[in-house]
């Protein structure tokens, strides 16, 4: 069965601590596998979208790497402005299909 | 920059009563998706649509509908709101899946059904 699954659920960093999230994939024929950022009570809002195993993107203290079968979000030096949860989502093959990983929650505390 | 706009940040509706909720989106985006999103299980999708006056179902489409007159205006439509439809309603929009577009989502709309 074609699924996202996103790992630690929950992460919670002191400021300054550098971590990873971690997106695993399923989905055969990817077509771009996407991060957003969703804050509380808000819409995602689109981060990244990487294409090929190999590519990495980067914004600011995020950067985002792929391979054949994961995805990672690294976040270096973390502010408290980055607490959001965390979502991957792969676009797969199918019309109208996309396969959303549960997100992490990430928390950053002064 | 993409814009996906939904008309109600919060909405509160009596059971029975007939809903919608309108979303725009002013990129020319051939396809539009409503999904809602209720915690623990993630976002599901509801209906989307490819092309004008085109939609296919997602996997929770029983209790909704929807219409696609115009290319920017996808409207979901509660045809009977009940109380397990009490959640957080998120319109997106994208190019065709073929060009790898990401989706582009909107503020959402919270309905409370009581």
């Known amino acids: 069965e074609d699924q996202v699954t996103q790992s630690p659920e929950a992460l919670r960093l002191q400021e300054g601590e550098s971590s990873s999230l971690n997106c695993s994939y399923t989905?055969?024929?990817?077509?771009?596998l996407f991060w957003y950022r969703q804050d509380p009570g808000k819409g995602p809002e689109f981060l990244f979208t990487?294409?090929?195993a190999g590519e990495e993107k980067e914004k600011e203290r995020l950067k985002a790497t792929l391979t054949k079968k994961e995805s990672f979000l690294h976040i270096t030096a973390p502010k408290p402005e980055d607490s959001a949860t965390y979502l991957c989502?792969?676009?797969?093959?199918?019309?109208?299909?996309?396969?959303f990983g549960r997100g992490t929650q990430l928390t950053v505390w002064p | 920059d993409v814009k996906v706009t939904q008309s109600s940040r919060y909405l509160v509706k009596r059971t029975g009563e007939k809903v919608f909720l309108e979303c725009v989106q002013d990129?020319?985006?051939?396809?539009m998706f409503w999904y809602r999103q209720d915690p623990g299980l993630g976002l599901r999708l509801i209906y989307f649509?490819?092309?004008?006056?085109?939609?296919e179902k997602g996997d929770i489409p029983e209790g909704y509908s929807v219409s696609r007159e115009k290319k920017e205006r996808f409207s979901l439509i509660l045809e009977s709101a009940s109380t397990n439809q009490t959640s957080m309603y998120l319109c997106?929009?994208?190019?065709?899946?073929?060009?790898?577009?990401?989706?582009?989502f909107g503020n959402g709309t919270r309905l409370t059904v009581t």
């Open positions: 649509s490819y092309d004008v006056k085109m939609k």
């Open positions: 990129m020319d985006h051939e396809n």
């Open positions: 990487l294409y090929s």
């Open positions: 997106a929009s994208s190019l065709p899946a073929g060009q790898g577009s990401p989706l582009h």
């Open positions: 989502v792969d676009r797969g093959s199918t019309l109208g299909r996309l396969y």
């Open positions: 989905v055969s024929g990817l077509r771009g």
